[in-house]
């Protein structure tokens, strides 16, 4: 969607220099389009807001998360595209008001459904996906640290449902103790 969106704006890419290096030679954008480079450990001002990044483990060129600080105060932080989640990712999503985290598969449900062998390996591999119990354990985790805003997103189609993205980390948080819409707020990402 970004080539479509990119016809009518001049809106700079933010992004690590692996994955300008990425649009550019898939021809979605050009060496003159604005962006503004941001890697792992680096930390970009626009305005009043701070972007920092770290590295994400999945399979593609650049792959990386996002947190974005508004007037020093208000932290949320982006993170889809996992296999795994670091010790640098979980540093980048503390201290949010509100993290949108991947939960991307049912491990089930992938085993179970349609996708060929290597798909399956691929999508469940430390360089894959997340699976609904490393979203929710990973964000219950963030809500004993002050975190109590969660957005579940990147679910698949063939093998997931909000439902049950949603139930597991329901279930998680209820193990610490919290009630959603009390102590915490939990929203779905439409597919």
Known sequence: GLKVFLKNSTIPIIASRDTIYAL???GIIDSAYPRIYIDEEETATLG?????SAKTSHDCLGSSCFSITIGKEQKVAVC???GIV??????LLKGSALALLESN???VMLRLGPYPAELKLRISSNEGHLSNAV???TLSELFETGTNRFVLAHLSEQNNT???AAS???AALMDKGAVENEDYILYVAPK
Not at 48 to 52: K, L
Not at 86 to 91: F, I, L, Q, R
């Open 168 to 170: 597991a980390t329901r």
């Open 86 to 91: 670091t010790d640098e990712v979980k540093a």
């Open 162 to 164: 909000p439902e049950k």
């Open 80 to 82: 889809t595209d996992l």
């Open 135 to 137: 979203c929710a354990e």
């Open 48 to 52: 009043d807001m701070e972007i920092s």
């Open 105 to 107: 598969h049912d491990p």
């Open 24 to 26: 550019e030679f898939l």
